[in-house]
């Protein structure tokens, strides 16, 4: 059966038709058209349904897809997920917290029962027993959590992907994960929860493991509830801008202060069994070793200290992140150094976002790529403009994601990105090019604040609307 690349764009079960080889080496006129035609589908058929995006378009006269760079406009900036009151949360008001996530939707919420709702968890919960609904939350470092709607059939799709990027192409390393041959190991300090990564955690048991969970090795054994998240997020932002001794507690946050801090000493004792289980039983096995730089650095002091390196067969996976400064996180002094002392394999490395389900593998030549239903952009930092789609170009990166069905996959994130989008990287992809140089615009500037490039003040009004209205 011949590939289409128009189906696949329409309908990720078709994925598992292609291959890595494949998915980049479709031409890019043909690969540019079928994305025009998608992006006008996604618009006609999800913008009736999404109020927040429905009321933007309808403020900013964007009722036509003629070029995909008109859809840029509709893409809304990453704080649109944390856009809701902080005092709705803190007030239990989860009434109010669905009329906002009701925005963002295309489920209809109206008749979710939250009532016996008294704080984060219950309310995941009840989203998850009553609707589709799987939201996804950040770690909410910045003081604020974001909360990204997310349902099942978009879990599929974005599972789909995973398995498929880490596998082999051409001569770069294949991690095998989608055959189930290889064990699974993570530092990551907790094991379930609703944050994005134990819910890939959740995922990969259901899908790659069921029935032996036992081959899913984390760190963290607990439950990271949302709450606990909620307040960590608040703690450590409050921690950044020196107010952590002004900053009032109550008798709640105290309790989940308290817990906070039995898990981190619980994650603490774990680190030395830890060591011995990844770095030492494994020896001469071949395994999926999960690793991102700010807990590898802590891990691998430990292991120096112990004088033991990593014992698991050369041709192991290891996913361990980007470079230092890469989404504005600084390394110390010697990081590299000590990573690779201690873990001498081959280290890779994703670019993506929460709001996307297809993110970006990095490439033997040290680029990023991005998989076909993903359409980028890069905007002007100041006027939200889209800058030309040819030659090397630098500015913040925007995608819109063809694969979601019940949120819009239109976004605008905080990086700076380099894109060549003339393609013939070394690595043999003919698709455009991500230089790996990305940087967080909020780490540049004083004022990160994203405006839509045809109205200054749409995407506040958008979501003020959305609110008010249900």
């Not at 799709?157 to 189930?180: K, N, P, V």
């Not at 409050?238 to 906070?260: D, N, V």
């Not at 801090?261 to 030492?280: K, N, W, Y």
């Amino acid at each position: 059966m011949a590939l289409d690349v128009a189906r696949l764009l329409a309908d990720p079960s078709h994925l598992r038709d292609w291959t890595q080889e494949d998915l980049f080496a479709i031409p890019r006129p043909e690969l540019a058209a079928a994305q025009l035609t998608e992006l006008r589908a996604r618009h006609a058929e999800l913008r009736p349904q999404i109020r927040l995006v429905d009321r933007l378009a309808a403020d900013i006269a964007v009722d036509n897809i003629e070029a995909p760079e008109d859809i840029t406009p509709l893409c809304l900036p990453h704080t649109t997920y944390k856009s809701y009151s902080a005092a709705h949360v803190e007030d239990q008001r989860f009434d109010r917290m669905m009329r906002w996530l009701g925005g963002l939707t295309a489920h209809q919420l109206e008749d979710v029962d939250v009532q016996g709702c008294d704080s984060l968890e219950s309310w995941l919960t009840a989203l998850n027993n009553q609707t589709p609904l799987r939201l996804l939350t950040s770690s909410g470092t910045s003081g604020k959590m974001s909360f990204f709607p997310r349902s099942l059939p978009e879990e599929s799709a974005m599972m789909g992907w995973h398995f498929l990027q880490h596998a082999g192409f051409r001569d770069e390393a294949d991690s095998r994960l989608i055959t189930g041959e290889v064990d699974y190991y993570t530092l990551w300090p907790v094991a379930t929860g609703h944050h994005n990564m134990p819910t890939l955690f959740r995922l990969i048991r259901e899908l790659i493991y069921p029935g032996e969970e036992h081959r899913l090795h984390i760190l963290g054994k607990g439950h990271w509830d949302t709450d606990l998240m909620w307040l960590s997020g608040r703690l450590t932002a409050a921690e950044a801008r020196g107010e952590l001794a002004q900053l009032e507690l109550t008798p709640a946050m105290k309790e989940l202060q308290s817990r906070l801090r039995a898990q981190q000493r619980q994650v603490d004792g774990d680190v030395e069994e830890f060591l011995d289980e990844v770095l030492i039983k494994t020896a001469g096995q071949r395994i999926f070793f999960l690793a991102q730089y700010p807990l590898l650095i802590p891990f691998a002091r430990e292991a120096r200290k112990r004088g033991i390196t990593a014992q698991f067969s050369e041709n192991s996976y290891v996913l361990a992140g980007q470079r230092s400064g890469s989404k504005g996180v600084i390394y110390p002094d010697g990081w590299y150094e000590l990573v690779k002392s201690v873990v001498p394999h081959e280290h890779q490395a994703v670019y993506g976002m929460t709001e996307l389900t297809g993110s970006a593998r990095i490439c033997s030549a040290g680029n990023f790529h991005s998989p076909p239903w993903i359409v980028t952009f890069l905007l002007d930092p100041d006027t939200s403009r889209p800058l030309p789609r040819e030659g090397v170009q630098t500015g913040r990166f925007a995608a819109f994601d063809l694969w979601p069905r019940t949120y819009w996959g239109g976004t605008i994130s905080g990086d700076q990105v380099t894109i060549d989008w003339r393609g013939g990287c070394p690595c043999g992809r003919v698709t455009h090019t991500i230089y790996p140089d990305i940087a967080r615009y909020a780490n540049m500037r004083d004022d990160d604040k994203i405006s839509c490039s045809k109205s200054p003040d749409a995407y506040a009004k958008a979501v003020e609307l959305s609110l008010s209205i249900g």
